[in-house]
């Protein structure tokens, strides 16, 4: 019998929430998924997990060749962003290491070869290793989307899915509050639940 804490490793058939399409910030944060029954789906899970999570989006090659680092700082930048739409769309301040890791991101991408340095030839230009390279472009790319997302018409419509326990975000169109069809059902039957309950 499964641990009811260990994370689930397929995607759990979600559909993309409201505002994924058009933001890959979005996306990026909604990859870590909370489920009912203490489960959880993290699609950046692994670095063969990352790299495919990134070639769906136009991000990376199929052969990117990623490793548990790449991974490893996909996963930091998502809960960096996490962290800003959380304080977007509960009006609180934002974490300032977060507003440095976006902004860090979105720099590290470099415009030219840089100057390198051996002992031993002297100077040259090089492009980072082609990893990295790819990487760092993909990092760029989704702390400026989330940078456009915060900053953009499309903030105030910003929200954390109205139905626990799941922790995605959306872009509320109307009165919906819910990242899927699954989350509003549940939200709706929990309410009639509780409406049975105390009427009795």
Same mark, same amino acid.
């Given at each position: 019998?499964?641990?009811?804490?260990?994370?689930?490793? $397929? #995607?759990?058939?979600?559909?993309? &929430?409201?505002?994924? =399409?058009?933001?890959?910030? %979005?996306?990026? @944060?909604?990859? +870590? /998924?909370?489920?009912?029954?203490?489960?959880?789906?993290?699609?950046?899970?692994?670095?063969?997990?990352?790299?495919?999570?990134?070639?769906?989006?136009?991000?990376?090659?199929?052969?990117?060749?990623?490793?548990?680092?790449?991974?490893?700082?996909?996963?930091?930048?998502? $809960? #960096?962003?996490?962290?800003?739409? &959380?304080?977007?769309? =509960?009006?609180?301040?934002? %974490?300032?290491? @977060?507003?440095? +890791? /976006?902004?860090?991101?979105?720099?590290?991408?470099?415009?030219?070869?840089?100057?390198?340095?051996?002992?031993?030839?002297?100077?040259?230009?090089?492009?980072?290793?082609?990893?990295?390279?790819?990487?760092?472009?993909?990092?760029?790319?989704?702390?400026?989307?989330?940078?456009?997302?915060?900053?953009?018409?499309? &903030?105030?419509?910003?929200?954390?899915?109205?139905?626990?326990?799941?922790?995605?975000?959306?872009?509320?169109?109307?009165?919906?509050?819910?990242?899927?069809?699954?989350?509003?059902?549940?939200?709706?039957?929990?309410?009639?639940?509780?409406?049975?309950?105390?009427?009795?």
């Amino acid at each position: 019998m499964r641990n009811m804490k260990e994370p689930v490793t $397929e #995607q759990p058939g979600l559909t993309p &929430a409201e505002g994924e =399409e058009e933001h890959l910030s %979005l996306a990026l @944060a909604n990859s +870590a /998924i909370a489920l009912a029954g203490g489960h959880a789906v993290d699609l950046l899970g692994t670095p063969a997990q990352a790299n495919h999570w990134l070639t769906e989006r136009g991000l990376a090659p199929v052969d990117a060749g990623m490793r548990e680092m790449c991974a490893t700082q996909l996963r930091s930048l998502r $809960e #960096q962003i996490r962290s800003l739409f &959380a304080s977007r769309a =509960e009006g609180l301040p934002a %974490l300032p290491a @977060a507003v440095r +890791a /976006i902004n860090d991101a979105m720099t590290r991408v470099p415009t030219a070869p840089l100057l390198q340095w051996d002992d031993k030839t002297g100077p040259y230009r090089a492009t980072p290793h082609p990893t990295t390279a790819i990487l760092d472009h993909a990092l760029a790319t989704l702390a400026a989307d989330a940078s456009d997302l915060l900053t953009g018409p499309d &903030a105030d419509r910003l929200t954390a899915c109205g139905s626990a326990p799941c922790n995605r975000y959306l872009l509320r169109y109307g009165r919906r509050h819910w990242c899927s069809t699954r989350c509003g059902d549940r939200a709706r039957a929990a309410r009639a639940y509780a409406r049975r309950t105390t009427s009795q």
